[in-house]
């Protein structure tokens, strides 16, 4: 086995010292992760379901909803205009978008109203009551457990696991996110929280 030379001692921190840092910059990059969403809650998404109502018009008068989900390509399609692209924008501008196909060139005036339909959350384990939570705007891990009836008496609360839509998973220490806010981290449509049972 031969010896360590002048030259590799010198490098050899150099080389400790950069795979520090790469190690530092992994973490860093894996904790702010799990505060990006994968989408825009804000935004309709491809897979959403949503109910399109036209009024105004007397041909149109008593006409039910039309539902629509929007397809792979982004996009649904109506009677007349055809395919418009939905995903990826508010529904306020998919109901303008709709509105100036439509107006004038079908209808003197026509009222637009975009419904999509309920998106979920779930929490699961040692809450008290397990249950599909509708997501209705901004919410945290802590609020949504509380939103499933907080946590039983056997609940460890130091190591909840939460799963984005995407696959991605990370654990949430809640005991210290209750007296540090930063760490309760967000949750979006499609999340999972599983509080698992602790060791007595």
Same mark, same amino acid.
């Given at each position: 086995?031969?010896?360590?030379?002048?030259?590799?001692?010198?490098?050899?921190?150099?080389?400790? %010292?950069?795979?520090?840092?790469?190690? %530092?910059?992994?973490?860093?990059?894996?904790?702010?992760?799990?505060?990006?969403?994968?989408q825009n809650p804000d935004l309709l998404q491809k897979g959403d379901t949503i109910k399109i109502t036209l009024s105004g018009p007397?041909?149109?008068?008593?006409?039910?909803?039309?539902?629509?989900?929007?397809?792979?390509?982004?996009?649904?399609?109506?009677?007349?205009?055809?395919?418009?692209? %939905? %995903?990826?924008?508010?529904?306020?501008?998919?109901?303008?978008?709709?509105?100036?196909?439509?107006?004038?060139?079908?209808?003197?005036?026509?009222? &637009?109203?975009?419904?999509?339909?309920?998106?979920?959350?779930?929490?699961?384990?040692?809450?008290?009551?397990?249950?599909?939570? &509708?997501?209705?705007?901004?919410?945290?891990?802590?609020?949504?457990i509380a939103s499933a009836g907080g946590f039983t008496d056997y609940a460890k609360k130091s190591k909840v696991k939460v799963t984005r839509a995407s696959g991605e998973t990370f654990i949430i220490?809640?005991?210290?996110?209750?007296?540090?806010?930063?760490?309760?981290?967000?949750?979006?449509?499609?999340?999972?929280?599983?509080?698992?049972?602790? &060791?007595?």
């Open positions: 086995m031969r010896g360590v030379s002048m030259k590799e001692w010198l490098v050899l921190p150099a080389l400790l %010292a950069a795979a520090m840092l790469t190690c %530092a910059a992994e973490t860093a990059t894996n904790a702010v992760s799990t505060n990006v969403p994968p007397r041909d149109l008068e008593g006409q039910q909803p039309i539902q629509q989900t929007i397809k792979e390509d982004g996009t649904i399609t109506l009677e007349l205009i055809g395919s418009i692209v %939905a %995903a990826g924008k508010k529904k306020g501008d998919l109901e303008k978008e709709i509105h100036s196909k439509y107006v004038p060139k079908y209808y003197k005036h026509l009222t &637009v109203v975009v419904t999509p339909d309920s998106r979920f959350y779930f929490v699961d384990g040692y809450v008290k009551n397990p249950s599909r939570q &509708v997501y209705l705007g901004e919410t945290t891990v802590l609020k949504a220490d809640c005991d210290k996110a209750l007296k540090n806010p930063q760490l309760d981290k967000p949750i979006y449509p499609g999340d999972k929280i599983y509080v698992p049972m602790r &060791v007595f």
